[in-house]
């Protein structure tokens, strides 16, 4: 009997149903599994957003850019399919919400809040609707025309990057051809003049989506060709100072089906050795026909991993070495699935794409979109910040740069699902060789998390997110260790508190839900 106390320690901690504990696997030594850009986590707006630029002005709402600001920093993408529909005219009038915005910008400091376009604001806002509407029919549709934009467009959407702290990547049009060949740079030329003239310190794209330009416009142009345009737009860069160590991205390919991939790998050759970093674009479904059902299953999740892995052999083949980033990417396209890319369950798609991007060697996700149509925006039109901002927030206050290895011992790591990564070092409360470890857990019932013996002393900060009311999952509000998170007022956010575990704790993860363990004091080699 004596051997008892001894034995008892191996055990797997028998949480209260009597189910094992699954048992967490760390690395924590040697060196990082990866490590992944500062701006990992970055953001879009649409290209649509501009197809009438009056709701550009949208932009300069003070709550939007508060709530922009604690994502950042960041790289914010201004692209889409709209991109290859934009005229730029310098000589053209703005429309009237533009200009007005603009001559209250110009009595005042840059990026101070302007109270007194709050009236044209709420206008604005009131015919938003129909706008969304027009917006996705023509996407249904892929009936596009062009439109133009002008001067104040442009100083309204840097202004919006500029002040919320993020760095502005415009995608030019690809579709102006000379004879239905070559890329027609004039009008590029004209935007870079008149960005260089007000010093907008810009990265680059040109064209979204290359592989359906046929459908959308009846012209198609093969990789080597746009390759070839890349390189034409490189040498425009190089005229000019200020862009010529610009950063340029693309292709902005779509998923990675064959011909994609077959195009891809032709403009890689053609003019891969001209870009920063290869782009492509990631939806796990269609908006149109997802369910529920979809965002919870491990083989839709996992279905991500696959198109990295074929996209990642593609690069390595043509131009190793090269970062990969997702360019645009969200859970469902056509501008994300009623009803759920808008709720807590998109949480489940939006954190294990993060997980899953990060240990694959994806330098950085944009996630589309902040705000705009449809329904897979982190902030609503109304101005309010729905489950995935919250997510966004978290995972940037909390998660660090660097991979780290993990595994688990007791359950099926496909719908129990973990991720680690060195604690993000600005945080102020945590400190070197703290890690965050981050879970989904896909089962319908409470799965629990033990930390591995040589960890049973240390502390743990709980950050659990549950889905708040009656919608439960579908719901479009989520709750920080039991406190719903909204905002304090239209300047402040809440704080995010964590739930302090003491050591030795079972992790417990609730079923269909989704948190972040930040665990203290792991003197984590691979983190110092």
Known sequence: MVLLPLLLPLLPLLPAAGRPAAVLRLELRGSPRGEVSPAFLSLTLDASLARDPRYVALLSNPKLRALATALSPGFLRFGGTET???????????????????????????????????????????????????????????????????????????????????????????????????????????????????????????????????????????????????????????DYTLYRHAMLCGPDVGQPRKHTQRLLRSFLKSGGKVIDSVTWHHYYVNGRSATREDFLSPEVLDSFATAVHEVLEIVGGTVPNKKVWLGETSSAYGGGAPRLSNTYVAGFMWLDKLGLSARQGIDVVMRQVFFGAGTYHLVDANFEPLPDYWLSLLYKKLVGTKVLQVGLVGADKRKLRVYLHCTNALHPKYREGDVTLFALNLYNVTQHLQLPSYLSSKRVDQYLLLPHGKENILSRSIELNGRVLRMVDDKTLPELIEKPLGPGSVLGLPAFSYGFYVIKNAKAIACI
Do not use: M
């Not at 005229?87 to 990026?111: G, M, V, Y």
């Not at 302007?114 to 009236?119: D, L, S, T, V, Y």
């Not at 309204?156 to 690809?174: M, P, V």
């Open 84 to 238: 290859d529909f934009l005229i730029f005219d310098p000589n053209k009038d703005s429309t009237s919400e533009e200009k007005i915005l603009w001559e209250l910008q110009a009595r005042q400091e840059a990026c101070g809040s302007r109270p007194a376009f709050a009236a044209v604001e709420n206008l604005l806002l009131a015919q938003w609707p129909s706008q969304e509407k027009l917006i996705l029919a023509e996407h249904n549709w892929k009936k596009h025309k062009n439109t133009t934009i002008t001067r104040n467009t442009l100083d309204i959407l840097y202004s919006f990057a500029n002040c919320s702290g993020f760095h502005l990547i415009f995608g030019l049009n690809a579709l102006l051809r000379k004879d239905g060949l070559q890329w027609d740079s004039s009008n590029a030329r004209a935007l870079l003049d008149y960005c260089a003239s007000q010093r907008y310190n810009i990265s680059w794209e040109l064209g979204n989506e290359p592989n359906s330009f046929r459908k959308k416009s009846g012209i198609y142009i093969d990789g080597f060709q746009l390759g070839q345009d890349f390189i034409h737009l490189r040498h425009l860069l190089s």
